[in-house]
């Protein structure tokens, strides 16, 4: 079956600049997850849906970062005014079960877009 | 807060030698464990998970890890390589209701 798949594969924009990103999960997948992975690091949590509704935002790094997910399936991670900073690869992920406390199920990477300010 | 330690960026190792990926972790509370591996320009994938019962979990590709409670450690194993398993491999922490916390992972290179 399909995959996680996240569009653009890559990304290039001037600072300043506004870009949007997108993640399609695994088809039934109830939660969705979003990473940020910098050059020589291991991925970097974000936010995390359970539905439509945003369960943990806690690692959006400022409020120029935002994401939706309006219909509990597609989601968008929205990026305002990038900065040079913000050049990463961002990682989706879904995960049958919502990670709830004492459950944990297996995540599904996609693999990534690559986002690069200028 | 949780935190995982990958004691080893690199690790160069001859095809067909065993290799041991090193991983640490810090948490007040029971947790899950996981490793993935990342091959180049690919998405993270599975190798395998540690959620409870038997301490030595078996993976894909060969590859397996123990868990050892006491000194808090999930090492990756496998007893020998082929140039296929040249890629990053990530340890993981899932503490239950916060998300996973990966460590900064180790590249593995397998030299013919």
């Known amino acids: 079956g399909a995959g996680v798949s996240q569009t653009p594969s890559n990304k290039v924009t001037e600072k300043g600049k506004y870009v949007e990103l997108r993640c399609d999960p695994i088809s039934g997948h109830t939660a969705l997850y979003w990473y940020r992975q910098s050059l020589g690091q291991g991925p970097e949590f974000l936010i995390y849906?359970?539905?439509?509704?945003?369960?943990?935002d806690s690692g959006l790094p400022n409020d120029r970062f935002f994401a939706v997910r309006p219909e509990g399936s597609v989601s968008t991670l929205k990026i305002q005014r990038t900065e040079r900073g913000d050049s990463a690869v961002y990682l989706c992920?879904?995960?049958?079960?919502?990670?709830?406390?004492?459950?944990?199920?297996?995540?599904?990477f996609g693999p990534g877009t690559r986002l690069t300010v200028l | 807060a949780q935190s995982v330690t990958q004691l080893d960026s690199q690790v160069p190792v001859f095809e067909e030698a065993p290799v041991e990926l090193r991983c640490n972790y810090s948490?007040?509370?029971?947790?899950?464990l996981f490793w993935y591996v990342q091959y180049p320009n690919q998405g993270l994938q599975l190798l395998l998970k540690?959620?409870?019962?038997?301490?030595l979990v078996k993976g894909i590709n060969g590859f397996e890890a123990e868990f050892n409670k006491s000194q808090t450690s999930f090492h990756l194993r496998k007893p020998s390589v082929h140039i296929s398993d040249t890629a990053e491999y990530f340890c993981a922490v899932h503490p239950g209701n916060t998300p996973l916390v990966f460590g900064k992972g180790t590249r593995l290179s397998v030299i013919a």
């Open positions: 948490s007040s509370v029971s947790v899950y």
């Open positions: 849906f359970q539905g439509t509704g945003a369960a943990d």
């Open positions: 992920a879904s995960s049958y079960l919502p990670g709830l406390a004492g459950v944990s199920d297996t995540q599904y």
């Open positions: 540690y959620l409870s019962g038997s301490t």
